[in-house]
């Protein structure tokens, strides 16, 4: 039900940019696994996009307006595509994280931890940080075998290509695994 609500006793934080593909059928796109997209702007009002598919990924350059397959993608299940620092991150069943040069199509496995049987999420924090979560069921012994989720937050350091378990999140909130909507952070002040 439509609730109204006077905005003006309201403050607005904005979190960030959400991209959507407009003029879809989202049934027909979730028969074809859409499961979201990254938008990286370029100088002089050029973008390129890459859309997720789950098993392959297509990329868009607006100086070309066509459409093109990554080629070198792992065929496997890709859960996300995140754009940070001039590149493209996804996260790929198996491989972990990939990079992807937007200009080469050119895909690079970055180092892990410890592969664990995760649910991952890339969150971009501005263009300051790239974080990844990964969510694990942790089974419990005893007569009721209760489940709970374990989280582990780390952050990718650039200069050494690898990821860094993190403790503090530096005051920042990570908001994660929204279908289609993506993932975002927002400072906690």
Request: aromatic residues 10%; positive net charge; contains cysteine.
């Amino acid at each position: 039900d439509p609730t109204l609500m006077n905005m003006l006793d309201c403050q607005i934080i904005p979190l960030g940019h959400q991209y959507r593909m407009i003029g879809w059928d989202s049934e027909e796109w979730r028969t074809k696994n859409y499961r979201g997209v990254a938008f990286l702007p370029q100088r002089g009002g050029e973008f390129i996009v890459l859309l997720n598919l789950s098993k392959y990924l297509l990329v868009l350059r607006s100086a070309e307006m066509k459409w093109m397959l990554v080629k070198n993608f792992p065929c496997r299940f890709c859960k996300d595509v995140v754009a940070f620092r001039g590149r493209f991150y996804a996260s790929v069943i198996i491989r972990n994280i990939v990079v992807i040069d937007p200009y080469s199509l050119e895909v690079t496995p970055l180092m892990h931890l410890q592969p664990l049987p995760s649910q991952k999420s890339l969150i971009p924090c501005g263009n300051d940080e790239l974080f990844l979560v990964e969510k694990m069921l942790a089974h419990t012994g005893g007569v009721s075998k209760f489940r709970r989720i374990i989280s582990r937050v780390i952050r990718l350091d650039e200069e050494d290509g690898k990821w860094v378990v993190v403790s503090d999140l530096g005051g920042r909130v990570l908001f994660i695994n929204h279908r289609h909507l993506g993932n975002v952070s927002c400072s906690a002040n």
